[in-house]
């Protein structure tokens, strides 16, 4: 990055921002190489194992980050992301993210869940210790939805309550009308699990928004 940038929003591919990022932009994170959402894997503890630092540091998801520039160059991050990777003899699943956990869990900054809303959080089955006030709140504002995991908007089979809005912005681009093809043996199987769920025989997978 230039010089004279001293702050930046990361944003991963794979989301939409619903709502200005001024708030998040102005965050004060002079303290601090980065803020970031926990990530929704945070609470297991093959995840602290594996990286080889306390639980109570958390793991947070590097979709959304707002970086500071300043500190990274202060700290020399190109060499220290160097030296880690030739020293690293830990399994590396997430990569990137894995990385600057381990050489950041203690120094990030936690925001708010509705900056980096991914999949699992609306999962009906979500375990993680957290506020629930915090994120039925997040839930009903988010600022930035983040499709984590395999099955992405794009796909057919992605039954996530909010595709719809990506099918939304998508029509506002060069690419409007563009959708996957039907695929009729996941379209039954939906028909199917809708019945189910009507009935209460089966739960669903997302929770209502």
Not at 84 to 104: K, P, S, V
Not at 132 to 160: D, R, V
Not at 184 to 191: H, L, P, Q, R, S
Request: hydrophobic content about 35%.
């Amino acid at each position: 990055m230039p010089d004279h940038l001293k702050t930046i929003i990361y944003l991963d591919c794979d989301l939409l921002v619903v709502s200005s990022v001024k708030e998040l932009w102005e965050l004060e994170i002079s303290d601090y190489p980065l803020a970031a959402v926990v990530d929704k894997g945070c609470f297991k503890d093959k995840v602290y194992k594996r990286l080889g630092y306390d639980k109570r540091y958390s793991y947070f998801n590097t979709g959304v980050q707002l970086v500071n520039l300043e500190y990274l160059r202060k700290i020399n991050m190109e060499k220290l992301v160097l030296d880690f990777m030739e020293q690293c003899n830990i399994q590396l699943d997430c990569y990137d993210q894995d990385i600057l956990n381990c050489l950041f869990h203690k120094k990030k900054k936690l925001i708010p869940f509705r900056w980096n809303m991914q999949d699992g959080f609306y999962r009906t089955k979500q375990r993680m210790d957290i506020n629930e006030l915090s994120m039925e709140e997040a839930l009903q504002n988010p600022a930035i939805i983040h499709f984590t995991g395999n099955k992405k908007p794009w796909h057919y089979e992605c039954i996530h309550p909010l595709k719809g809005l990506y099918y939304k912005y998508l029509d506002m681009s060069p690419w409007k009308g563009e959708r996957p093809p039907v695929d009729y043996a996941k379209w039954g199987e939906n028909v199917l699990m809708s019945i189910l769920i009507s009935f209460k025989l089966v739960t669903p997978k997302y929770r209502k928004v």
